[in-house]
């Protein structure tokens, strides 16, 4: 079995495939402080919960953004499951050609989503993933990976709203019974749904006016499914996208 690893700086996203079927998924918190003994032992918690043991692992993939836990995650791949894993970086073969000014620069999750898309979902694709940033991913029709935006996550503007007014309160991120909200709470709700649902359909058809009207979007990340159902200009909802692309691109090095 494959175990792929996404570590974002919100949360860290993890699952077994079985040949291209994907199994048993996690997604946990992304906490800095855990010693690499505490994410390990967690891990073989969840596989067990599951019917699985650490030595059914035959393969590593992790796609981080977040450097200190790459290494920490690579430890827990050696000392648990006596795997050497795949980290994902400038030197691995993704099958994307990257036309970013510095493809350095480039977060491996965007590489590897793009590698998804191209695999999975057919190009030209514009890639819509709502993490700690909500990021906008242009894949040409040629597969290549050109670019794209970076905006404030909704997770982040909610708590911006909380932290830096003296009266607005932490609200759930959730749908309102109305755009016009009539109390505060439905308010804020309303502003952070349905401005981002406004920022997707903008972008999406910026994207769309320089990469053709036939663009694929495929959205993904802990908020994709609330906003989706909100417009249409979302076409395919993929939660595990970046664990997709992760497979995709560990078969690729093992050939």
Same mark, same amino acid.
């Given at each position: 079995?494959?175990?792929?690893?996404?570590?974002?700086?919100?949360?860290?996203?993890?699952?077994?495939?079985?040949?291209?079927?994907?199994?048993?998924?996690?997604?946990?918190?992304?906490?800095?402080?855990?010693?690499?003994?505490?994410?390990?032992?967690?891990?073989?918690?969840?596989?067990?919960?599951?019917?699985?043991?650490?030595?059914?692992?035959?393969?590593?993939?992790?796609?981080?953004?977040?450097?200190?836990?790459?290494?920490?995650?690579?430890?827990?791949?050696?000392?648990?499951?006596?795997?050497?894993?795949?980290?994902?970086?400038?030197?691995?073969?993704?099958?994307?050609?990257?036309?970013?000014?510095?493809?350095?620069?480039?977060?491996?999750? *965007? %590489? +590897?989503?793009?590698?998804?898309?191209?695999? !999975?979902?057919? @190009?030209?694709?514009?890639?819509? =993933?709502?993490?700690?940033?909500?990021?906008?991913?242009?894949?040409?029709?040629?597969?290549?990976?050109?670019?794209?935006?970076?905006?404030?996550?909704?997770?982040?503007?909610?708590?911006?709203?909380?932290?830096?007014?003296?009266?607005?309160?932490?609200?759930?991120?959730?749908?309102?019974?109305?755009?016009?909200?009539?109390?505060?709470?439905?308010?804020?709700?309303?502003?952070?749904?349905?401005?981002?649902?406004?920022?997707?359909?903008?972008?999406?058809?910026?994207?769309?006016?320089?990469?053709?009207?036939?663009? *694929? %979007? +495929?959205?993904?990340?802990?908020?994709?499914? !609330?906003?989706? @159902?909100?417009?249409?200009?979302? =076409?395919?909802?993929?939660?595990?996208?970046?664990?997709?692309?992760?497979?995709?691109?560990?078969?690729?090095?093992?050939?």
């Amino acid at each position: 079995m494959l175990l792929t690893i996404d570590i974002g700086n919100t949360n860290i996203t993890f699952g077994l495939y079985e040949g291209d079927v994907l199994g048993p998924r996690w997604r946990i918190r992304t906490i800095h402080e855990k010693m690499p003994d505490e994410y390990g032992i967690l891990m073989v918690q969840l596989f067990g919960h599951c019917g699985y043991a650490a030595g059914d692992v035959g393969g590593v993939a992790i796609a981080s953004v977040v450097p200190p836990l790459t290494q920490a995650f690579a430890e827990v791949s050696r000392k648990y499951l006596e795997q050497t894993p795949l980290i994902v970086d400038a030197g691995v073969r993704t099958g994307v050609p990257i036309r970013y000014d510095d493809p350095r620069q480039v977060g491996a999750d *965007r %590489v +590897v989503d793009a590698a998804a898309v191209r695999a !999975l979902y057919g @190009v030209p694709a514009c890639v819509v =993933d709502f993490g700690t940033g909500t990021t906008f991913d242009a894949v040409s029709a040629e597969g290549h990976y050109l670019g794209g935006a970076i905006a404030p996550g909704i997770g982040i503007a909610a708590q911006a709203l909380f932290e830096r007014t003296a009266k607005l309160p932490r609200v759930e991120l959730t749908r309102p019974p109305s755009a016009i909200g009539r109390n505060t709470p439905h308010a804020m709700q309303s502003g952070l749904l349905f401005g981002y649902v406004g920022l997707v359909e903008g972008m999406v058809a910026r994207f769309k006016r320089e990469l053709g009207a036939n663009t *694929r %979007v +495929v959205a993904t990340g802990g908020m994709a499914e !609330l906003i989706a @159902v909100e417009t249409d200009a979302i =076409d395919v909802v993929d939660p595990w996208l970046t664990l997709h692309g992760l497979r995709i691109v560990y078969e690729l090095n093992q050939e």
